[in-house]
């Protein structure tokens, strides 16, 4: 039964007229029509190819596009396997905060959700509208561990470039791991795969009256499926690819929109993590596709630059939120010049745990003190770029490794200044 | 004449002493109020800061974000300033005491002038306390948001933003105190003219540079930014 109130009469009605389906894929959207029917043919034809001897529906979610997405999918797909309701971009007594990519994306995912548990979905998987390089195979590939293998949680793991991803590379998939225990490669994928146990369960929560932004609603729900120890995997995908016209947010503004619900969960789930010692692998299925090699030419000095004047002006910032020994270190690296501008991974790990921390404590300002993040971070990437110019994959995997095992060597760091913040002066 | 004279004295004589007599009590009691004030005071703010230290009142106010007042208080503790103002509200309010007693209408009516004034002052201290908050979030907020634009003068823009708010604050603060009249508008105009132009001089300066650079990158029509190239995501 979906929750009341969440779908219109209407769409009950053709809900129940519907019976039960053994899959659901979502797709949530707004103002999509440049990209949402290759991504809704390309869906049809997963579906209609693997799956065709199940019952299966499309759920488009639309938050009232005013380009005409809504038709423009419909007359994209072949079959009448499509089911279309809207959602409101603004929860009731909420004030929306813009974020890129679907806007009230946590109503699309609710309302997708509740149809999938209407209709009694075996598996229900959501992808991104805007996405230009998905082919039918992706379907298979996040359907399939679900019904399968009965995993609860499929999270893409997209081919890429060995330097893309960074933010991920550097902070979100390393935190996740050493936190949660687990080893997801793209915790943030966009495109997710849940079995019928875990809407039930996301459903129950009551996080859903809030709008948690773009990547909020992608934290939740996974950290959500992590602490309710629900059976967890991978599947590997080809590039994505997004809609050049979607420049997505500024580099200060993701930062704050991924950071943010990320510490959020850090303190919401202390009880947990805190519990969690090292971390083992998720299962991944699909076959592993080669990535480019090609460097493109990034200005690694302006990213350097940008560190540099972090440093000069932002101590007044870092220095209540760093221990002193990191600032001690970051200074040597500001004063280092380029063939020996190095963040040391404890340094990088410290300064994330410290920053976490601080989120925690209400030190100053919150959006302040992830805003003030950004020049670490691009020194961080400068640092990693330099030092990994020459690599290839192979060799930028290991570093990475180097990198994730110094976030789980530190944990302890991180759990004694969470329980005992007091005995710590910065 | 002589008897004359020696009555005049005498009787002058007599109303000092009367006069003296009648002051001396007033006197007594007032010097006895100010140093019982005094007595009161010390002890009032050593019982205040001693309560105040046990709930670690300077580590909750900047918790809940007032960290600001630290940097007005003496010692950069708001215990202390807590401590202080209590103990001189005690010590004025002995002296007020203490006046009444030397002379009851000289002291009502400074009471009376003293509570008209009080609303003011009060309001302009809050106008100062709220503005000093702004003007330190604006400043920290513009500061970020110019060094993430990768401006070199990040810390001026800054600095300029909180003058000019601490400026407005100060200027709205003796308005409300009833000090300068017409001398502190002017004043105000001038300094706030003062600080937008320099201010637009000097980003109008720091601008010149970063057009000529862009027109230069686009006439060399250059490799993408280094931004685009890179994929954070």
């Given at each position: 039964?979906?929750?009341?109130?969440?779908?219109?009469?209407?769409?009950?009605?053709?809900?129940?007229?519907?019976?039960?389906?053994?899959?659901?894929?979502?797709?949530?959207?707004?103002?999509?029509?440049?990209?949402?029917?290759?991504?809704?043919?390309?869906?049809?034809?997963?579906?209609?190819?693997?799956?065709?001897?199940?019952?299966?529906?499309?759920?488009n979610?639309?938050?009232?596009?005013?380009?005409?997405?809504?038709?423009?999918?419909?007359?994209?797909?072949?079959?009448?396997?499509?089911?279309?309701?809207?959602?409101?971009?603004?929860?009731?007594?909420?004030?929306?905060?813009?974020?890129?990519?679907?806007?009230?994306?946590?109503?699309a995912f609710?309302?997708?959700?509740?149809?999938?548990?209407?209709?009694d979905?075996?598996?229900?998987?959501?992808?991104?509208?805007?996405?230009?390089?998905?082919?039918?195979?992706?379907?298979?590939?996040?359907?399939?561990?679900?019904?399968?293998?009965?995993?609860?949680?499929?999270?893409?793991?997209?081919?890429?470039?060995?330097?893309?991803?960074?933010?991920?590379?550097?902070?979100?998939?390393?935190?996740?791991?050493?936190?949660y225990?687990?080893?997801?490669?793209?915790?943030?994928?966009?495109?997710?795969?849940?079995?019928?146990?875990?809407?039930?369960?996301?459903?129950?929560?009551?996080?859903?009256?809030?709008?948690?932004?773009?990547?909020?609603v992608?934290?939740?729900?996974?950290?959500?499926?992590?602490?309710?120890?629900?059976?967890?995997?991978?599947?590997?995908?080809?590039?994505?690819?997004?809609?050049?016209?979607?420049?997505?947010?500024?580099?200060?503004?993701?930062?704050?929109?991924?950071?943010g619900?990320?510490?959020?969960?850090i303190?919401?789930?202390?009880?947990?993590?805190?519990?969690?010692?090292?971390?083992?692998?998720?299962?991944?299925?699909?076959?592993?596709?080669?990535?480019?090699?090609?460097?493109?030419?990034?200005?690694?000095?302006?990213?350097?630059?940008s560190?540099?004047?972090?440093?000069?002006?932002?101590?007044?910032?870092?220095?209540?939120?760093?221990?002193?020994?990191?600032?001690l270190?970051?200074?040597?690296?500001?004063?280092?010049?380029?063939?020996?501008?190095?963040?040391?991974?404890?340094?990088?790990?410290?300064?994330?745990?410290?920053?976490?921390?601080?989120?925690?404590?209400?030190?100053?300002?919150?959006?302040?003190?992830?805003?003030?993040?950004?020049?670490?971070?691009?020194?961080?990437?400068?640092?990693?770029?330099?030092?990994?110019?020459?690599?290839?994959?192979?060799?930028?995997?290991?570093?990475?490794?180097?990198?994730?095992?110094?976030?789980?060597s530190s944990?302890?760091?991180?759990?004694s200044?969470?329980?005992?913040?007091?005995?710590?002066?910065? | 004449?002589?008897?004359?004279?020696?009555?005049?004295?005498?009787?002058?004589?007599?109303?000092?002493?009367?006069?003296?007599?009648?002051?001396?009590?007033?006197?007594?009691?007032?010097?006895?109020?100010?140093?019982?004030?005094?007595?009161?005071?010390?002890?009032?703010?050593?019982?205040?800061?001693?309560?105040?230290?046990?709930?670690?009142?300077?580590?909750?106010l900047?918790?809940?974000?007032?960290?600001?007042?630290?940097?007005?208080?003496?010692?950069?503790?708001?215990?202390?300033?807590?401590?202080?103002v209590?103990?001189?509200?005690?010590?004025?309010?002995?002296?007020?005491?203490?006046?009444?007693?030397?002379?009851?209408?000289?002291?009502?009516?400074?009471?009376?002038?003293?509570?008209?004034?009080?609303?003011?002052?009060?309001?302009?201290?809050?106008?100062?306390?709220?503005?000093?908050?702004?003007?330190?979030?604006?400043?920290?907020?513009?500061?970020?948001?110019?060094?993430?634009?990768?401006?070199?003068?990040?810390?001026?823009?800054?600095?300029?933003?909180?003058?000019?708010?601490?400026?407005?604050?100060?200027?709205?603060?003796?308005?409300?105190?009833r000090?300068?009249?017409?001398?502190?508008?002017?004043?105000?105009?001038?300094?706030?003219?003062?600080?937008?132009?320099?201010?637009?001089?000097?980003?109008?300066?720091?601008?010149k540079?970063?057009?000529?650079?862009?027109?230069?990158?686009?006439?060399?029509?250059?490799?993408?930014?280094?931004?685009?190239?890179?994929?954070?995501?």
């Amino acid at each position: 039964m979906a929750e009341s109130g969440v779908l219109a009469e209407s769409t009950q009605e053709r809900l129940a007229a519907l019976g039960s389906v053994d899959v659901v894929a979502g797709i949530p959207t707004y103002n999509n029509t440049a990209t949402v029917a290759r991504a809704g043919e390309a869906i049809e034809r997963g579906l209609e190819t693997d799956f065709g001897a199940m019952r299966w529906l499309i759920v488009n979610a639309d938050g009232g596009s005013t380009d005409g997405t809504p038709a423009r999918l419909r007359e994209s797909l072949s079959g009448e396997k499509l089911l279309q309701l809207p959602y409101s971009i603004k929860p009731a007594g909420e004030v929306s905060i813009p974020q890129s990519g679907v806007t009230g994306k946590t109503s699309a995912f609710r309302a997708i959700l509740n149809a999938a548990r209407t209709l009694d979905a075996k598996a229900c998987v959501i992808f991104e509208p805007d996405v230009t390089s998905i082919t039918p195979d992706w379907v298979e590939a996040m359907v399939r561990p679900i019904l399968e293998k009965q995993f609860d949680f499929v999270a893409p793991d997209h081919m890429r470039h060995r330097f893309d991803g960074a933010i991920n590379k550097s902070i979100i998939s390393p935190l996740t791991r050493a936190l949660y225990g687990k080893r997801i490669h793209q915790p943030l994928g966009g495109d997710f795969g849940f079995s019928n146990k875990l809407i039930t369960h996301y459903l129950a929560q009551d996080a859903w009256n809030r709008d948690m932004g773009q990547f909020g609603v992608e934290i939740w729900l996974l950290t959500e499926a992590l602490c309710g120890r629900f059976r967890i995997c991978q599947a590997k995908l080809g590039p994505k690819v997004r809609d050049a016209a979607d420049g997505g947010p500024d580099l200060s503004d993701a930062l704050v929109q991924v950071l943010g619900p990320l510490f959020q969960a850090i303190e919401r789930d202390a009880m947990f993590w805190q519990r969690v010692r090292g971390s083992e692998p998720v299962s991944a299925f699909g076959q592993a596709q080669e990535t480019s090699e090609e460097t493109a030419s990034i200005d690694v000095q302006k990213m350097i630059d940008s560190y540099r004047l972090g440093y000069q002006n932002l101590l007044e910032v870092w220095g209540p939120v760093l221990s002193p020994a990191t600032l001690l270190e970051l200074k040597r690296v500001a004063r280092s010049d380029a063939n020996h501008f190095r963040i040391a991974d404890e340094v990088w790990v410290r300064t994330i745990y410290d920053y976490a921390l601080a989120y925690r404590a209400r030190v100053i300002n919150r959006d302040h003190l992830l805003r003030a993040f950004t020049p670490l971070y691009l020194g961080w990437v400068a640092s990693f770029l330099l030092e990994m110019r020459e690599a290839n994959q192979a060799d930028v995997d290991r570093r990475l490794e180097r990198l994730c095992l110094a976030y789980e060597s530190s944990k302890p760091y991180l759990i004694s200044r969470w329980r005992w913040p007091e005995n710590f002066n910065p | 004449m002589w008897k004359q004279v020696n009555e005049a004295l005498t009787e002058a004589t007599r109303r000092v002493i009367t006069g003296v007599a009648n002051i001396l009590p007033g006197m007594l009691a007032l010097v006895l109020a100010v140093l019982g004030s005094c007595l009161v005071a010390v002890i009032l703010k050593w019982l205040l800061e001693r309560s105040l230290r046990s709930i670690n009142f300077d580590a909750r106010l900047e918790q809940w974000g007032l960290s600001a007042l630290a940097e007005w208080s003496p010692g950069k503790s708001p215990t202390r300033l807590a401590g202080r103002v209590v103990a001189w509200a005690t010590i004025l309010l002995g002296l007020l005491v203490g006046l009444g007693a030397l002379e009851a209408g000289l002291a009502s009516q400074l009471v009376m002038q003293v509570f008209d004034y009080l609303p003011n002052a009060f309001a302009a201290l809050v106008l100062l306390f709220f503005g000093s908050l702004v003007a330190r979030y604006l400043a920290r907020g513009v500061l970020i948001g110019a060094v993430n634009m990768q401006m070199q003068s990040a810390r001026l823009l800054s600095l300029g933003v909180k003058w000019l708010v601490l400026v407005l604050t100060a200027a709205m603060a003796l308005e409300h105190l009833r000090i300068g009249g017409d001398i502190v508008k002017l004043a105000f105009s001038i300094l706030f003219g003062g600080i937008v132009l320099a201010l637009a001089l000097a980003v109008g300066l720091g601008s010149k540079e970063m057009v000529s650079r862009t027109w230069e990158k686009q006439s060399k029509e250059s490799s993408k930014d280094a931004e685009e190239s890179f994929h954070h995501f």
